[in-house]
């Protein structure tokens, strides 16, 4: 038995609905099941009687549901008093950050930063938003700029900070490179490259809804996981993809980004997130700083 099966079994057991659970902790249904049965078997007692219609806990599932609350309680009141006194002892911050903020927000917030802070140390790991609000909750990580979720973790602060503008990439002679932008409607019958719903489901979601919103159909040709590959698979002239702004500083031969126009509610979502009712003076400074710099970091996103 371990910590995180039984945040998985306390998610499940006050929601009494594996989609809802799993989606407050940024994970898939059958994930979460597969935990919550790992539990089960460690303690040699079934906890849950789920149906295809509903879920249920069984006498064992509502006694463990209160001691398990009680010990993730203490388990995240130990690892904050920790965490704060190795924040005092040594000036380090750990920072995560999805693709395009490690590429645009990120650099420049950090140079600000690095002005005021000299004596901080700053790890930074780039990685999906559903691997970054594990790593949050866990303690791995301090700060995490991320995509927010429409059912945001309760155990977690987020801060909005502006919408990412909208581009699309396309091969550098593609007929759409030479304007100045473009609509979903001159994107018509074009071959689109989409992300990997499950594993950046804003940016797949956006390039539907513009479609959808457009009466179109999107002509989807490849689907790839990592912005990087879509960029490379754009220079390759395998078809065109709608990307955050930031991903125009991604090393890419024989790529245009050209703006596409679209409104603020069709666009990529950008929030710094932390652990709620922490103190952290090295990450409080950081989030200072990101307030009083935010309508410059937007004017570039």
């Known amino acids: ?48 009687i789920r149906t295809t219609r509903s879920v249920a806990l069984t006498d064992d599932g509502a ?33 995560g950050a ?20 000299p004596d901080v140390t700053v790890q930074l790991a780039e990685d999906k938003t559903i691997r970054l609000i594990p790593r949050l909750l ?29 581009v699309v990439a396309v091969p550098d002679h593609h007929p759409l490179a030479a304007k100045k ?12 490259i989409v992300p990997e719903r499950r594993s950046r489901p804003h940016s797949h979601d956006l390039t539907m809804k513009l479609f959808a919103e457009a009466g179109l159909e999107a002509r989807i040709v490849q689907i790839a996981d990592e912005k990087q590959t879509i960029v490379n698979l754009v220079s390759a002239k395998l078809g065109v993809a709608i990307v955050p702004k930031w991903t125009s500083r991604m090393a890419a ?26 103190r952290d003076p090295v990450r409080d400074d950081m989030l200072k700083m990101l307030r009083a710099h935010l309508s410059r970091y937007e004017r570039d996103a």
């Open 63 to 95: 006694a463990l549901l209160k001691e398990a609350r009680a010990l993730l309680s203490q388990a995240e009141a130990l690892a904050a008093k920790f965490r704060t006194r190795g924040r005092n002892q040594a000036a380090t911050i750990r920072v």
């Open 1 to 48: 038995m371990d910590l995180h099966q039984l945040r998985c079994f306390v998610a499940a057991a006050e929601d009494l609905h594996f989609g809802r659970a799993a989606q407050r902790l940024e994970m898939l249904p059958s994930a979460l099941g597969r935990f919550i049965r790992l539990l089960e078997e460690d303690l040699g007692t079934r906890l849950m």
């Open 98 to 117: 999805i693709d395009s903020a490690a590429a645009g927000l990120v650099p420049m917030l950090l140079h600000d930063f690095r002005e005021q802070r």
């Open 181 to 192: 932008r473009v609509t979903i409607a001159d994107l018509a019958n074009q071959p689109l």
């Open 253 to 278: 031969r024989g790529v245009r980004y050209v703006r596409l126009a679209t409104s603020n509610l069709n666009k990529l979502p950008l929030a710094a997130a932390w652990t709620r009712g922490t």
């Open 138 to 166: 866990s303690g791995r990580i301090d700060l995490a700029f991320v995509r927010p979720s429409e059912t945001p973790d309760k155990r977690l602060e987020f801060m909005f900070l502006f919408h990412e503008t909208a």
